[in-house]
């Protein structure tokens, strides 16, 4: 079965408020993972099946706190520092961001905590490893949750022939040429915790952002970019090689006031998957959609994975 729910109603008659979640930072377990010498810090919260939640740029673990709350009824919720960010180890060089190795953090992650597989979600170039965890080990995954990052398939199409999106990544440009000592690599300013951390718009968030970004290496967010992004000709990346055919329960939420990532890139998704396909466009919700509609991604994400586990 295939399906895709089309544009949401009015964000803000359906939404949650933000604030009535509770603020986890206090109640998750923390832990270590090793991936091949790099450790890979986790938090924790909840018991039941394993869902693994992959943040992107610039950002942390912290990103899902909302979901993290919504779930820990019934799920065990891991959100991962990727490599670089925040508790993680941040080995130097841009060889050591190459996908791969991006890919293997997250299943030395769930083979830490004694499991075969796992729901993986992730955002942004979260979202990113979370698709090439799917194509290079589908043995261990159960689902897939995507927020705010197109199918490399689609992506790369959008990238090759829509003006639109190759406008938006400008910005990746910039980081592919640039260096984290650049006064005015971060969009025209220099990359700092506090820059880095303006897009949260709760200041009690932000200050646990400062924190985590004061602890990160700029250099290593930057390769993520250098060492993964499709260049401008295309590359060797996601905008040329057609990815692998799916065959998972794949849900996909975007938010479509996304100024770096085309909605269009959504198109076809669903031919690129053999299992069931589930699309939220969410109007009014920018790119940071599992904050901006904490309480819509929450609830929608709860209820498709409570009804694939029954």
């Keep these: 079965m295939k399906l895709t729910l089309g544009f949401i109603a009015p964000l803000a008659s359906i939404l949650m408020a933000a604030s009535a979640f509770a603020d986890i930072m206090d109640e998750v377990e923390h832990g270590y993972a090793d991936s091949d010498g790099v450790e890979i810090h986790y938090a924790a919260l909840g018991e039941g099946p394993l869902v693994v939640m992959i943040h992107g740029f610039p950002d942390f673990w912290y990103s ?5 709350e919504g779930l820990r009824d019934g799920f065990r919720v891991v959100a991962i520092d990727q ?6 180890g941040a080995p130097a060089g841009q060889d050591n961001y190459d996908m791969r190795l991006l890919v293997s953090d997250v299943a030395a992650v769930i083979r830490h905590l004694g499991e075969e597989s796992a729901t993986i979600v992730g955002h942004d170039w979260g979202g990113a490893v979370a698709w090439q965890f799917a194509f290079a080990m589908p043995q261990m995954l159960d689902r897939l949750i995507i927020l705010n990052l197109p199918h490399p398939n689609g992506l790369g199409r959008e990238l090759a022939n829509n003006a639109e999106q190759q406008q938006n990544s400008g910005y990746a440009r910039a980081f592919q040429a640039g260096n984290a000592s650049d006064p005015d690599i971060f969009f025209g300013g220099p990359m700092t915790a506090e820059t880095l951390s303006g897009w949260v718009s709760d200041p009690a968030a932000r200050a646990h952002y ?5 602890r990160s290496d ?6 993520y970019y250098k060492q993964n992004y499709p260049s401008a000709a295309g590359g060797d990346s996601i905008a040329t090689s057609p990815a692998p055919q799916l065959n998972a329960p794949l849900l ?4 479509l006031d996304d100024t770096a990532l085309h909605s269009d890139g959504l198109n076809n998704t669903w031919d690129w998957n053999d299992s069931d396909t589930t699309i939220v466009a969410i109007p009014g919700a920018n790119h940071f959609v599992q904050q901006d509609a904490a309480g819509l991604v929450t609830q929608t994400m709860r209820w498709w994975l409570l009804a694939r586990s029954e």
């Design 252 to 255: 996909v939420f975007h938010g």
């Design 210 to 214: 400062i924190e985590a970004f004061q």
């Design 83 to 88: 490599r670089g960010y925040n508790r993680s």
């Design 218 to 223: 700029f250099d290593a967010m930057l390769a």
């Design 64 to 68: 899902w706190r909302h979901q993290m």
